[in-house]
DNA sequence: ATATACTTTCAGTATTTTTTGAAAATTCGA
DNA sequence: TCGAATTTTCAAAAAATACTGAAAGTATAT
């Protein structure tokens, strides 16, 4: 395979795996173009590569930045404004973690604690069943939160040594 | 708070949370519908209670089945079917995670051994950082792989356990 | 100061996804 | 075998989401 038809294969797939995960199509895409390509793009770069607007790049742009997955990059002489992704997986990977767990983890667990105090007789089913399986999703939650908080501090050598150590 | 609103708010967010991961908010409705349920439900229930159409929740309760999250039961005596979720949260999510990696996690480390063999002169930069970028996706997706594979097959006390003292 | 190069915004439009509801199909008891 | 109860299907409608492009905003060089 050619690497021009590589390259759009990999940012397709990048950007249809995405959608699978809550994240949109174009700003995957993006983040997929950024990663293999070797030197900082331009908006415009990624507009005439990816066939998409200014307005829409600008947006998924600023996004990724917000995702701490892109930064801007000044390169000297030039009044352009150039990106680049972080391209250590491992570093990119515990950057969504990171991301995920305090947009959606925590709050989660915070609506949980205020869930668990529901008023009501535990010998009616209704509140007893509400109540374990609240109470059941939050005790995985927050073990998962403590998890995830190691992971984010590891180094990726330390993590898939040990890890795989441990499962054999 | 009441049963009542704490079910609402409950079955509410956890629609929220699926659309942040690409579940559509009334099959995560539905089964959070069927968590809280001491007793299994009829798609009439269903109806009435999330106040949707007939043929959307036959779609998502055929959807939640083919995950594996839910089943019909046949109750004696009635013509009607009934529905139920599994309940245990830790099977709940090693179910999620069987059917996730299956889908998603499996073709796209497919893919990404075919797009490691793009023809090409490693010296150019441009296939450089294609390879090493594909070959470093597919090497944490292969270790991703095989801890999940782990977890799949763990009881949870010996996972909650080993991972606590672990991870201290 | 002004012109120019570049970036950001956002109302309107397009696309995609989800939902509805009525018709068709199926199941089951009599 | 018939017919009522129930489930399934799917074309059309609605809702949600994403994208465009032109205008407004900013920064920089001269």
Chains 1, 2 share one sequence.
Do not use: C
């Amino acid at each position: 395979m050619k690497l021009t038809e590589a390259r759009q294969q990999f940012i397709s797939s990048w950007g249809a795996f995405g959608t699978h995960w809550g994240i949109n199509r174009t700003m995957a895409q993006i983040h997929a173009l950024l990663l293999i390509s070797p030197d900082p793009l331009t908006q415009d770069d990624m507009m005439e590569q990816l066939n998409i607007s200014r307005g829409n790049t600008n947006m998924n742009i600023r996004e990724l930045i917000n995702w701490g997955l892109v930064e801007r990059v000044l390169l000297s002489g030039e009044r352009k404004e150039y990106f680049t992704a972080e391209k250590d997986i491992w570093k990119v990977v515990k950057q969504i973690i990171k991301e995920r767990k305090k947009r959606e983890l925590e709050p989660m667990l915070q609506l949980l604690d205020k869930l668990e105090e529901v008023e009501g007789d535990k010998r009616d089913k209704h509140v007893k069943i509400f109540v374990d399986t609240v109470s059941s999703i939050k005790k995985l939650g927050r073990q998962a939160d403590k998890t995830l908080d190691m992971m984010i501090k590891a180094e990726e050598s330390w993590f898939l040594g040990t890890m795989m150590k441990f499962f054999k």
